[in-house]
Nanobody, 122 residues
Framework: QVQLVESGGGLVQAGGSLRLSCAASGPGRTFNDYLLGWFRQAPGKEREFVAAINWSGGLTRYADSVKGRFTISRDNAKNTVYLQMNNLKPEDTAVYYC?????????????WGQGTQVTVSS
C-alpha cells in the first residue's frame, strides 16, 4: 500500500506558475519502483492524464495541452514527485491528483492521492 499526499495547489493569475508536490509513504515496494503520474479533473469533466515519469526519471510523457508549459520530475531520495506548471491558463483549473503505478509511462496506476485544487484566474 502506498499513501500519496499532494500539496502546492492554490489560486494564481493566468500566466503565473505553481509547483505541485506529491509525497509518498508506506510499506512494500520502494518508491523507486513506481511509475508516477499527475492527472486532473475539472468540474463537470472526466479525469484526464497530465504527465508521467518512469522510475528513474529518464522517461517522461505529457498531455498535448501541457507540453512546453509543465514539467514533471521526481526525487527518489525524498520519495516525492513534482509538477512545475508555468504559463498557467484558466483552462488548467482543476483538482490535480498524483498516482503511482507500474510500467514505463502509461500505467496502470494502482494508488491515488486525494488531490489538490489549482485555480487559475483570467
Amino acid at each position: 500500500q502506498v499513501q500519496l499526499v499532494e500539496s502546492g495547489g492554490g489560486l494564481v493569475q493566468a500566466g503565473g506558475s505553481l509547483r505541485l508536490s506529491c509525497a509518498a509513504s508506506g510499506p512494500g515496494r520502494t518508491f523507486n519502483d513506481y511509475l508516477l503520474g499527475w492527472f486532473r479533473q475539472a468540474p463537470g469533466k472526466e479525469r484526464e492524464f497530465v504527465a508521467a515519469i518512469n522510475w528513474s526519471g529518464g522517461l517522461t510523457r505529457y498531455a498535448d495541452s501541457v507540453k512546453g508549459r509543465f514539467t514533471i520530475s521526481r526525487d527518489n531520495a525524498k520519495n516525492t514527485v513534482y509538477l512545475q506548471m508555468n504559463n498557467l491558463k484558466p483552462e488548467d483549473t482543476a483538482v490535480y491528483y498524483c498516482a503511482a503505478g507500474r510500467g514505463s509511462t502509461v500505467g496502470p496506476y494502482d494508488y491515488w492521492g486525494q488531490g489538490t485544487q489549482v485555480t487559475v484566474s483570467s
